[in-house]
């Protein structure tokens, strides 16, 4: 059975760091390309960063350049590093991979960023 499950998350004022963690089992994580969604109060999820399989990343406007995403292939675990937060970035945030077939996307449990002074 594919698991995904997020830690790293808190309570940080305006312009500190967080580093989200999401570990995988049940699959070999390398060969997925990994997402990290969030989801604030009243508002849809959002697509914040994207790692490919190879390593590449991809961003939100609303996060370039403040974020940071990579993956450890030996710990089966992709890495979301969150400088500069501010209010705006309080959210639930997801890991999510797309695995095709019958399992489709699978997602984590969430974990809660919370930015305030």
């Known amino acids: 059975q594919v698991q995904l499950v997020e830690s790293g998350g808190g309570s940080v004022q305006p312009g500190g760091s967080l580093r989200l963690s999401c570990a995988a089992s049940?699959?070999?994580?390398?060969?997925?390309?990994v997402d990290w969604y969030r989801q604030a109060p009243g508002k849809e999820r959002e697509l914040v960063a994207t790692?490919?399989?190879?390593?590449?990343?991809n961003y939100a406007d609303s996060v370039k350049g403040r974020f940071t995403i990579s993956r450890d292939n030996a710990k089966n675990t992709v890495y979301l590093q969150m400088d500069g937060l501010k209010p705006g970035d309080t959210a639930v945030y997801y890991c999510?991979?797309?695995?095709?077939?019958?399992?489709?996307?699978?997602w984590g449990q969430g974990t809660l960023v919370t930015v305030s002074s």
């Open positions: 790692i490919t399989s190879s390593g590449r990343p």
């Open positions: 999510s991979t797309f695995l095709g077939g019958r399992s489709g996307r699978v």
């Open positions: 049940g699959i070999i994580f390398s060969v997925y390309p």
